[in-house]
């Protein structure tokens, strides 16, 4: 199967707009806004509505002294707008930067090991809150970043389903961070109103910025570079082989394809898991980057840190039945032709999306 090609099947850029475009919302003329534009999943967002025709998009970030910035070089957009400058633009007039067909709220602070409750908390819940109303308010569609961090150790499931958001107990402060506002649209009554994206393992073009939070497929290609092998945490529990803890990698480009499909479908309200329906092993995807750069597999296997010991997942999978459910209907990409399109087309070359 050749990797997902963003979008087949969708209306594609051209001088025109045909009827059956001008009824998706995400049509040529919709006018879009995106936070957390120049991270790994908000670019690869911007970068596939570009290549759907869409260029009228507010993006907004916190830009630091990392390289997220390059990001957002090969994509076009109506204007750039600091996160907090937006927050404190609409704070003051609702209306100051227009009306949105969407709002896709990607921004938020990833890092699974951050410290600071109160940092974390002002920046995933309480923006999210802020934005969230105000979308709802002037009847933009607004679609938000969960993530799968809300089921913690997956002793109560991951059922994008369920009802009883109570019951899932995150292991860090990030899955904290998007659990309460899971908890805060659905204690509301905003779930059916909204669509909330449970990302799996998602990994990809445009993460280098990432640092310790890549994949694992873009740290291992600088092992592999560096010193010829792969490090692989041994594992803690005997069901588990050393590398045979399992995960649902899913390549961004299957992720941002589920998420604009959810988007343009009205009718989908909730929560939904975003992965690639397969579990599958470390010792895996360290083959499939062997395989795709043409080298014989090379793995070490490393005691885990302690202090995330006891944070580790050992197991996850994506239930996608809910988003198939909606009408989604494309196969996603398999684990060794998405580690081999992100290799050789994007980390070989040092490119990014668009460019």
Known sequence: MKPAPFAAGRAK????????????????????????????????LVHELNRRGLTQIVVTDFLGEDEKWKNLLPL???????????????????????????????????STTVTDAAYVLENNYAYTKALCKWSLARGTRFVYASSAATYGDGSAGMD????????????????YSKQLFDLYAWREELLPE??????????????YHKGDMRS???????????????RLFKSYKPEYPDGGQQRDFVYVKDAVD???????????????????????TWVDLANALFSALGQTSKIEFIDMPENIRDQYQYYTCADIS?????????????????????????????KRLGE
């Open 194 to 207: 909204v669509v909330g994206i449970k990302y799996f393992n998602v990994f990809g073009p445009n993460e």
């Open 258 to 280: 589920m998420t604009l499909h959810l988007a343009e479908n009205e009718e989908a309200g909730g929560l939904f898991n975003i992965g690639s329906g397969v579990a599958r």
């Open 216 to 230: 694992l497929v873009c740290k291992a290609y600088e092992q592999i570079r560096s010193t010829g092998l792969i």
């Open 13 to 44: 850029k051209s001088g025109s707009i045909n009827s059956a475009a001008r009824d998706t919302l995400l049509h040529e003329k919709a006018r879009v806004l995106v936070t957390g534009a120049g991270g790994f999943i908000g670019s690869a």
């Open 76 to 110: 076009e957009f109506e204007d750039y707008v600091a996160a907090d400058e937006f927050l404190e633009g609409i704070n003051r007039d609702p209306d100051h930067y227009g009306k949105f067909a969407a709002t896709f709220h990607l921004g938020a602070c990833s």
């Open 160 to 175: 994008d389903k369920s009802e009883n958001l109570r019951s899932f107990r995150p292991l860090n402060l990030y899955g």
């Open 322 to 350: 809910k988003v198939r459910e909606t009408g989604y209907a494309a196969a996603t990409t398999s684990l060794e032709e998405a580690v081999r399109d992100y290799a050789v087309n994007y980390l070989m070359p040092g």
